[in-house]
């Protein structure tokens, strides 16, 4: 099923509340959704630090979740929504399940391998590319990330002068 | 810990044995397992057909292992023994899990991303590369794999003329 603008809108704010979740209990505020026929069939955000299993990311988490939902490693008609742009790791999961279409929001110039530092998701060599929209709500998922992180520092610092 | 000869033999020995494991359900014989000082500390086979779980890899299910058992995401000084050569999304959670020295048995012409189709395990532009060392125990690897193709075409051609 193909979105219009303003679902994909819809699903990127899915995303966002789901990186708000993460915000909320300290992880690096990263939120992801996947759709399939218009409804959200998988949800994650950022557990890293909670599981202590490195494979916790936000995308990792709805991509398992969709799996149940629909008792297959396999989708093919999904698409994919994160706050920011996919590692290796995630860019791989997502090839592997033949996810259609994935929508990100802010590029992530340090591992980003949606087409920042690699594009896996778009190399012609696998057996399955994924159609890439870049930027969705990308002003909204950097701030969520910038307010974190010079949150940390602040508490760093005021911890620094109580020492 | 650096390991001798013997050692990295008896390793990847282990990570076939998790293969086998794969192959009596059915499932592409692929084992992996993780060690630290000497020991072994995750231990995963391929499990995506009963599991219907994307990301239920040898090498994820290991690394998940590797990180209970060390209550960390992080495994820095961890060398990981795999059968074939991990795909994109095995090898972005490696990089991530900052895992030493990565020794993997035949290579993976398709999806291979340790040097055959890309190299993201020693790819300069991550904050972590990881030291590979190609076909250890190979030959044993790839036979386990090349059986296990040639009896699913048997049982197909058998069940065709059935039909």
């Not at 099923?1 to 704010?13: S, T, V, Y």
């Not at 950022?46 to 629909?70: C, F, K, P, Y």
């Not at 391998?113 to 930027?135: I, M, P, T, Y």
């Amino acid at each position: 099923m193909e979105l219009d603008a303003q679902q994909k809108i819809k699903f990127m704010q899915e995303a966002l509340y789901e990186a708000q979740k993460a915000a909320a209990i300290a992880e690096v505020p990263i939120g992801c959704v996947i759709v399939s026929n218009g409804k959200i069939i998988g949800r994650g955000h950022n557990l890293r630090e909670h599981s202590q299993d490195v494979t916790m990311h936000a995308e990792m988490i709805a991509l398992q979740e969709a799996n149940a939902a629909v008792k297959s490693w396999r989708l093919p008609d999904a698409q994919l929504f994160v706050t920011l742009e996919p590692c290796p790791m995630c860019s791989g999961a997502i090839i592997n399940a033949r996810i259609k279409e994935t929508y990100y929001g802010a590029p992530d110039p340090k591992a980003g391998a949606a087409g920042s530092l690699l594009n896996l998701l778009e190399d012609q060599r696998f057996n399955h590319q994924v159609k890439v929209e870049r930027g969705l709500l990308a002003a909204e998922s950097s701030a969520l990330l910038k307010s974190f992180f010079r949150e940390i520092r602040q508490k760093r610092k005021k911890s620094k002068r109580e020492d």
